[in-house]
C-alpha cells in the first residue's frame, strides 16, 4: 500500500472488520476462514471471486453474527457480535442490506410485504417506506417498471426470478444500509440493467456504504465500478485478504 | 390477527363439536347415575358443573388448539427454519421471537380460554337438550340453568383461568420452540410435525395435573402437607 493510500484508508472509518477469525468447518462446499483479518473501510467493494462449487451463505451469516466462529473477533461499525444485548444486535443488522442466492423470501409472505417487513419492524414510517420504495423501484427496475410493481402483491414463489432478484435489490438497499452483502447480485440480472445497478453500488460507496460482494461469473468481474474496487480470493476453500485496490492508485 | 383467526375463530366449530359429544356423554351419564343412585339433581349440578368448569372444558380446549393449531404451528415454524426464511429474518434484524413466536403463542393462550368458555357452555346446553329430549333430565331449562350459575363462583374462575392460561402458554410454547428448534434439512419437518403434538399433550396433562394438586392440596384422595 503506498504512502497516499495509507493516508486515505487512515481517514476512513471500518465497517466492518475481520479479526483472526477461524470458522467452524461446515459444509464442504462452504468458504472457510482460517485465522482470517481483513477490514472493509466506508466506500470499499470488496469482490471475492468465487468457485463453482462454492457457496458464502453460512460465511455471510457469521458476519452477520448469525453464527459464532470458532475463533477471532467480528465487528460491524465498531460493535461486535458478542454478548447478550440482542435488541443492539438487531439494530446493527438493519443497518445492513443482504442479497442471497437462494431462499431469499418469507413463503406466507407477498414480494411487497417482505421488502417493507424489517423497515416496519424497525420503526421506519409508513409513508417513508412506501416513498424509498418507489424511489429504488423506478430507479432499478427499468424496462421491467410495471411487471416488478405488479409483482408486489404476489407471493414469491410465483414470481420470476430475474424480476425476484430486482426486489431483492430494492429490500436490500432501501434501508440506506451502512454495509452491503452481496451473494451473486447480478444473478438473472439482464445486460441491459447492469449500468444502473452500478450506478447504485457507487453511490451508496460514496455515501460511505461498503461493500463484500461474493461473485461467479465473469460479467460481474468486468463491471466497471468506481468505487475503490479490492479482491479478495479462496485458494483452496480458504478466503485470503488483500489490500491493494484494483482500480485505485 | 392472522394467527388469532387461525388458531381461534377457525377452531370454534370443532371445538363445538367436540363440546356437544363430550357434553351428552358427560350430562346422560350423569343423570343416569342421578337415578340410579337416588340423589337430588341438587348434589350433581355443582359436581357437574365444576368438572366442566375446571377439569374438562380447559383440557378439551387445549386438544382442540393443539390438534388444530399446535402441529401446524409446529410444522410450519420447523419448514421456515429448513427453507432458509428464519435466517432471512434474522439477516434483517427481524427478531423472530417477537415477529414469529410471541405472536403465536399469545394466540394460543387467548384461543384456549375463548374456546374453553365456548366448550363449557355447549356442554352445558347440549347435555341438558339431550337429556331432556331422552327424558332423563326433568328440571325445567330455566331451573337447571339457575342450579348453573348459582354454583359459579369465583374459585372456579380462579382454576378455570389458570388452567387455560398456564397450559395454553405451555403448550403454544413448546409447538413453537419444537418448530423453531430445527437443525439441518426439510426432512426433519415430519419428525417435529409428530414430535410437536405429543410434547405438547404431555405438557397440558402434566402442567392441568400440577395445577390441580395445588389448588386442591391433594395427591388423588390424599392430602398434601
Redesign the interface.
Known amino acids: 500500500m503506498s504512502a497516499n493510500e495509507q493516508a486515505v484508508t487512515n481517514k476512513r472509518k471500518p465497517v466492518l472488520e475481520l479479526s483472526d477469525v477461524t470458522s467452524a468447518i461446515g459444509e464442504a462446499k462452504s468458504i472457510r476462514l482460517s485465522n482470517f483479518t481483513g477490514q472493509l473501510f466506508e466506500g470499499d467493494v470488496v469482490q471475492v471471486r468465487l468457485g463453482a462449487h462454492h457457496d458464502p451463505?453460512d460465511l455471510?451469516?457469521l458476519v452477520?453474527g448469525?453464527g459464532t466462529p470458532l475463533a477471532g473477533r467480528i465487528q460491524f461499525a465498531g460493535k461486535d457480535w458478542l454478548g447478550r444485548n440482542?435488541r443492539q444486535?438487531?439494530?446493527?443488522?438493519?443497518?445492513?442490506g443482504?442479497i442471497?442466492a437462494?431462499?431469499?423470501?418469507?413463503?406466507?409472505l407477498t414480494v411487497g410485504e417482505n421488502i417493507r417487513?424489517?423497515q416496519l419492524?424497525?420503526g421506519v414510517g409508513a409513508s417513508i417506506i412506501t416513498d424509498r420504495i418507489t424511489y429504488w423501484t423506478e430507479r432499478l427496475s427499468g424496462r421491467h417498471l410495471s411487471t416488478v410493481r405488479r409483482s408486489f402483491a404476489h407471493r414469491p414463489t410465483f414470481v420470476d426470478d430475474p424480476i425476484l432478484q430486482i426486489c431483492q435489490w430494492i429490500?436490500a438497499v432501501c434501508n440506506q444500509p451502512k454495509l452491503l452483502l452481496f451473494d451473486r447480485p447480478f444473478r438473472f440480472i439482464t445486460q441491459d440493467l447492469h449500468l444502473a445497478f452500478v450506478s447504485v453500488i457507487d453511490e451508496l460507496a460514496n455515501k460511505g456504504a461498503s461493500v463484500l460482494w461474493f461473485s461467479s461469473g465473469h460479467e460481474e468481474f468486468h463491471l466497471q465500478i468506481e468505487s475503490r474496487l479490492v479482491q479478495w480470493s479462496v485458494p483452496g476453500d480458504v478466503l485470503q485478504a488483500c489490500e491493494v485496490p484494483l482500480n485505485h492508485e | 390477527m392472522r394467527q388469532l383467526l387461525f388458531t381461534s375463530v377457525d377452531s370454534v366449530p370443532t371445538s363445538m363439536r367436540f363440546a356437544a359429544t363430550f357434553g351428552v356423554l358427560l350430562i346422560v351419564q350423569a343423570a343416569i347415575w342421578i337415578d340410579t343412585m337416588g340423589m337430588s339433581p341438587e348434589v350433581m349440578a355443582p359436581m357437574l358443573w365444576r368438572s366442566i368448569v375446571r377439569e374438562i372444558a380447559p383440557l378439551l380446549a387445549c386438544l382442540v388448539v393443539i390438534g388444530r393449531s399446535g402441529v401446524a404451528i409446529g410444522t410450519?415454524l420447523a419448514t421456515?427454519k429448513s427453507?432458509?426464511?428464519i435466517?432471512?429474518?434474522?439477516?434483517?434484524?427481524?427478531?423472530p421471537m417477537?415477529?414469529l413466536v410471541m405472536p403465536r403463542i399469545l394466540s394460543f393462550v387467548f384461543s384456549v380460554f375463548c374456546l374453553a368458555i365456548i366448550i363449557a357452555v355447549t356442554m352445558v346446553i347440549t347435555g341438558f337438550m339431550v337429556g331432556w329430549l331422552m327424558d332423563v333430565i326433568n328440571t325445567p331449562w330455566h331451573e337447571f340453568f339457575a342450579d348453573v350459575s348459582r354454583n359459579m363462583n369465583f374459585e372456579d374462575f380462579v382454576f378455570f383461568a389458570s388452567k387455560t392460561l398456564i397450559a395454553g402458554g405451555f403448550a403454544g410454547a413448546i409447538c413453537c420452540i419444537e418448530g423453531i428448534s430445527v437443525r439441518g434439512a426439510i426432512t426433519e419437518v415430519p419428525l417435529v410435525s409428530s414430535r410437536v403434538g405429543i410434547r405438547a399433550l404431555t405438557a397440558v396433562f402434566v402442567v392441568s395435573a400440577l395445577l390441580s394438586i395445588v389448588f386442591y392440596g391433594k395427591l388423588l384422595v390424599f392430602k398434601i402437607g
Open positions: 451463505r455471510l451469516s452477520l448469525l440482542y444486535h438487531y439494530q446493527m443488522r438493519s443497518q445492513i443482504r442471497f437462494s431462499a431469499a423470501w418469507v413463503q406466507s417487513l424489517a419492524h424497525h429490500r | 410450519e421456515m427453507g432458509g426464511e435466517e432471512v429474518m434474522d439477516s434483517q434484524g427481524i427478531d417477537i415477529y
